[in-house]
């Protein structure tokens, strides 16, 4: 049974992370070792989906704490579901303001207005509130 478990260096090979991100991500509950060989821990293959949906979450802004409360999300634990709620209406958010950035781009890279930044279709992208930074 144990040639189907890898080592933390074939993790680490296979998903690209260092061997002390895997073991901060066992620390902080996001993943857990299957057991050891040796003194090397070791992974059933599904980690590897899950280190997947960690980074993803990390690409979209979650913190480690959300990406640990979100993977031990259940049914009846209403607070964390509001939470999942709230963070799906901020990508929203960033999402909205982050393609009004990219056709603004997309925009200035063909305009032949002088100053580009005083073309009314680039200005008209940035009006509105200020928009809140992205959260890392």
Same mark, same amino acid.
Request: charged share 25%; aromatic share 6%; net charge positive.
């Given at each position: 049974m144990t040639d189907t478990l890898l080592d933390i260096a074939e993790v680490a090979e296979e998903s690209g992370l260092a061997p002390s991100a895997l073991r901060f991500y066992e620390k902080r509950g996001l993943i857990t070792p299957a057991g050891r060989n #040796? *003194? @090397? @821990? %070791?992974? @059933?293959p599904d980690v *590897? #989906? @899950? *280190? +997947? *949906?960690v980074a993803c979450a990390r690409g979209a802004g979650f %913190?480690? +704490?959300e990406i640990a409360g979100f993977l031990r999300a259940t049914p009846s634990d209403t607070e964390l579901r509001a939470g999942m709620a709230r963070k799906a209406t901020e990508l929203d958010e960033d999402i909205a303001r982050l393609t009004r950035m990219r056709d603004s781009l997309r925009h200035a890279s063909t305009c032949t207005h002088e100053p580009l930044v005083e073309c009314p279709d680039f200005k008209a992208t940035f009006k509105g509130p200020a928009p809140q930074p992205i959260r890392t």
């Open positions: #040796g *003194l @090397r @821990r %070791t992974f @059933r *590897l #989906g @899950r *280190l +997947a *949906l %913190t480690i +704490a």
